[in-house]
Nanobody, 114 residues
Framework: VRLVESGGGLVQPGGSLRLACAGSGLFFRRYEVSWYRQAPGNEREWVASISRGDGASNYVDSVKGRFTMSRDDHNNLIYLQMNNLQPEDTAVYFC????????WGQGTQVTVSL
């Protein structure tokens, strides 16, 4: 099983990025899939999830209305569309797939700065 994130980068406040996570060796639709982030000196923080069953999405309060998580079952990808990014969103973002086992990607850096 391998998860690979992409799409991170440097963006100015108010800007947007779309992160992607490609999965191999598993089907995302069979797992609860999530995005987490970790800023320097902080613990890893849950950001958003899509449930395995009904595909409902949930978000941490600090990103509600700005971030949208989606799942592409045909291509086995998950996305995190991030709009109106702020400096406090700066972190390494990780995708996660949780079922009988727990799988993580290596992370992609998002930096929001002038």
């Amino acid at each position: 099983v391998r998860l690979v994130e992409s799409g991170g980068g440097l963006v100015q406040p108010g800007g947007s990025l779309r992160l992607a996570c490609a999965g191999s060796g598993l089907f995302f639709r069979r797992y609860e899939v999530s995005w987490y982030r970790q800023a320097p000196g902080n613990e890893r923080e849950w950001v958003a999830s899509i449930s395995r069953g009904d595909g409902a999405s949930n978000y941490v309060d600090s990103v509600k209305g700005r971030f949208t998580m989606s799942r592409d079952d045909h291509n086995n990808l998950i996305y995190l569309q991030m709009n109106n990014l702020q400096p406090e969103d700066t972190a390494v973002y990780f995708c996660n797939a949780r079922g009988h086992s727990d799988y993580w990607g290596q992370g992609t850096q998002v930096t929001v700065s002038l």
